[in-house]
């Protein structure tokens, strides 16, 4: 290993890979400092899609995988602090960058700072006040041991000065994800090669109007009467626009479990098997409107301008909303078909691009991160 310090950054599933590679590529550049160590925690994991994302990205294979699969919360949590610590141990970093709001951000946050290792949290400070959701568990906890906080919106700087956190440890940079949106997008593919390649060719005619659907959210999936729900609203909605319908792997098993595919058994809404990282570009920025769960789908589609909404009863990211092209539309068959339809007959609404979701967030990071650095050497003794 080389004599830099060391910052050990951790992923664990696809969309941590969007936010971790502009990161890596930053820490790559002449004058970091710091050597950088990538660990996969395994906590989603799909090996074609895996593979796919790491090349995509131009990210080396990590340094170590955790390979800790699917569990309970606290199972998960667990085994990843269990798995994570040798590490620790093994490569003596000065620091673990941890990204999102996914278990093992937590369970890795909390390891490193048990053993006195600092946390940097990118993406810290967003909130949706919801506490039945996991994953705002996860950002409140890993804020709150936290050394460096890298946010991507005024509301997460607001969001941890009133939970008590220093404005010293707060550093307001932008948008990772767009980042590698804005450096990625050239290389997307047309809609009619992603149809090709998923046996959907002329399902939607050249340049014609359609909706894309994600679902993978436990609080909208997992429930079967709200699944069915959000089902029956896209099939109606695909008697007025195609809707094509990428199946994250919970959502179809859930479909599946609770005897649900019939729903989907109309002309004019598709599913497909869940899509390359440039192939989901693709289809976002040609779409007419997307529907989603999706924390990441709601930035992206504000940085590309198309109308979202989206199908929960809140936001962690409401600057998509107050300023960007997203729209909170619920669960309510009913609303979600009267708002998409405004959208087809008026434009919906294409907002504008956040301040700092610029493609250069990560070196924002980079220089925080040399200045801590410097700051620590001039410390020690």
Known sequence: MSDLPRIVCVVAARPNLMKMAPILHAFASPGIKAQALLVHAGQHYDADMDGDFFSTLDLAAPDFRLAVGSASHAVQTAEVMRRFEPVLDQTGPVAVLVVGDVNSTLACALTAAKKNIAVFHVEAGLRSNDRSMPEEINRVLT????????????SGTS??????????????????MIDTLRRRLPSAPSVAQVLGAANLAGFIADGAPYALLTLHRPANV???????ALLDAAARLSADVPVLFPLHPRTRAMIHEHDLAGLLDVPGLACMQPQPYLSMLALMRAARMV??????VQEETTALGVPCLTLRENTERPITVTEGSNAIAGRDPAVILALSRDILRFGGKAG?????WDGHAAD?????INAWLADRRRRRP
């Open 143 to 154: 804020d709150q041991v936290a050394e460096l906080l890298f946010t991507s919106e005024a």
């Open 159 to 176: 969001n941890l000065l009133r939970e008590g956190v220093s404005a010293s440890r707060i550093h307001f940079v932008g948008n990772v």
């Open 222 to 228: 997992d429930q079967p009467q709200r699944l069915r």
């Open 291 to 296: 529907l989603t769960d999706s924390g990441g």
């Open 352 to 356: 504008r691009v956040p301040q700092y």
């Open 364 to 368: 924002r990071i980079a220089v925080v």
